[in-house]
């Protein structure tokens, strides 16, 4: 591998792995922020869990203590301890009764530490108080407790006050925890291999097709358009690759569309220049005798018109491309100005005894650049003339319907192939049949009708038969002044 080809390998190969990078970012990012929300979920259920059960297990008491109390001075006794000792045996609790006062009835142990601190007495008013925290005096680990404050009827009908509190260790919350988040890094560790693994293997692909794109590039920016990047359909840059086809297919046919244009301007500039020069050259070195100078002046004059028709048409192409031709817009009759214009080839029409219809009712208004449109009826109209079969028929058409104004212009005749029809609006483009019978003729007439008609958002189409006729049909907005 060249070095040329490294650097154009590491460039696709760098784009892979901005790609990959980034991919990693979001990946982890997604992954990162779904486990905390999945592991902050869990934990706060399985909290809720245990702090359910440590409150129905402290309402359970309550209730046991109030069967047959008889008044404060009767708690505590045997029965009360037992059951409070019962209690804490089956649920690995400390409890803790206390009195209105905040007085321990029933202390766990002598000297630690009391669950019922004054700061929890408040949340005791409306509430339940469950909170993790350090509750007992030599507490090493983080503990559950719940406080709840219940009321009993005495005997004598009196209603006494009285708290109770378990405390449980809460170390198995922590526990929990940790194993969600170990669970959840292991989880996200594996995510991030598989799609590490799963892009290195999609990366490749995309670097062989990147690589197949380049070399079609390179050859493109050599001036050679017509390699073809070939992509299979399910493949990911295929979409991309169709573009590229397309935009060489273009590039190509403009291409050759400007090399045909370059060969044609100067065959029809190196013809009457040769010309010209020829036999002015004649008429000054005495080979063309003083009698025959007029009639050759009056070819050099010709061929000199004949110039500048070129240059005036090559020059309002130019114009139409660069979108530097402006509208003169004005109201005015076509069907007077399509007279106006047949009148200018009558003597030609009546050499070849063509016969002339459409022309007794042709009356439309239309808003258009009255010049420029006479440019386009005279290009179509000198088409028909030149083409039309000897003793045949030339017919115009004038129609207004939706909106639109149409004009047509047939000529029977040779017409024209099928595959001419695609080609006949092209620069300096003649049919076989037009290059043995318009000797004079530049081929960028009808070229200019298309570039005026779409100058005024409307379209020029042809229709033809082989061997029966040609028409031209001319379709413009109707707009008012």
């Not at 004598?156 to 170390?171: K, L, M, N, P, W």
Request: with cysteine; proline share 2%; hydrophobic share 40%.
């Amino acid at each position: 591998m060249s070095q040329n080809q490294k650097n154009k390998y590491s460039g696709i190969s760098m784009l892979s792995k901005g790609y990959l990078r980034l991919s990693q970012l979001l990946l982890f990012c997604g992954i990162l922020l779904t486990g905390v929300i999945m592991v902050c979920s869990a934990v706060s259920n399985y909290t809720k869990s245990i702090k359910d059960a440590l409150q129905l297990n402290c309402e359970a008491l309550i209730a046991n203590i109030g069967e047959g109390y008889g008044n404060k001075y009767w708690i505590p006794n045997e029965q009360i301890t037992s059951l409070l000792q019962t209690a804490e045996q089956e649920y690995d609790y400390q409890v803790y009764l206390y009195d209105e006062n905040g007085d321990e009835i029933y202390p766990h142990a002598k000297g630690e530490g009391s669950p019922l601190a004054p700061s929890v007495k408040p949340y005791l008013r409306n509430d339940v108080f469950m909170e993790v925290g350090y509750y007992t005096e030599n507490a090493s680990q983080p503990e559950l407790c719940c406080v709840i404050q219940f009321m009993l009827t005495s005997t004598e009908g009196t209603q006494d006050r009285f708290y109770i509190a378990a405390v449980s260790e809460a170390d198995h919350l922590i526990s929990y925890t940790r194993t969600l988040v170990l669970q959840m890094a292991v989880c996200l560790l594996g995510a991030m291999l598989l799609f590490m693994m799963l892009f290195r293997l999609g990366a490749a692909r995309l670097d062989r097709q990147f690589l197949k794109l380049n070399a079609v590039v390179e050859q493109y920016a050599e001036g050679e358009f017509s390699a073809r990047a070939e992509i299979p359909e399910q493949d990911e840059l295929y979409p991309f690759a169709c573009t590229l086809n397309r935009m060489a297919e273009f590039i190509e046919q403009n291409e050759t569309t400007r090399k045909n244009f370059v060969a044609n301007v100067s065959h029809e500039l190196r013809t009457p220049m040769t010309t010209i020069g020829g036999f002015a050259d004649g008429i000054l070195d005495g080979t063309i005798p003083p009698e025959q100078h007029d009639k050759y002046t009056r070819i050099i004059a010709d061929e000199i018109h004949r110039l500048r028709t070129l240059v005036n048409s090559m020059l309002n192409l130019s114009k139409f491309e660069a979108g530097e031709m402006q509208l003169r817009s004005k109201q005015f009759d076509v069907g007077q100005l399509l007279i106006k214009t047949v009148l200018m080839f009558e003597k030609r029409i009546t050499d070849k005894n063509v016969e002339v219809e459409g022309l007794e009712d042709a009356a439309l208004q239309l808003y258009a650049d009255e010049d420029l449109l006479f440019q386009v009826l005279y290009n179509l109209i000198e088409n028909a003339v030149k083409f039309v079969n000897e003793g045949g028929v030339i017919s115009f058409e004038l129609q207004k319907e939706n909106g639109m104004a149409s004009i047509t212009v047939k000529n029977t005749g040779e017409g024209l192939a099928d595959d001419e029809l695609s080609k006949v609006f092209d620069r300096f483009y003649k049919t076989d049949t037009s290059r043995s019978q318009d000797k004079t003729g530049l081929g960028l007439g009808l070229s200019i009708a298309r570039k005026i008609v779409h100058l005024h958002e409307g379209h020029i189409v042809v229709r033809s038969v082989k061997g029966e006729y040609t028409a031209f049909e001319v379709q413009l907005p109707v707009k008012n002044a």
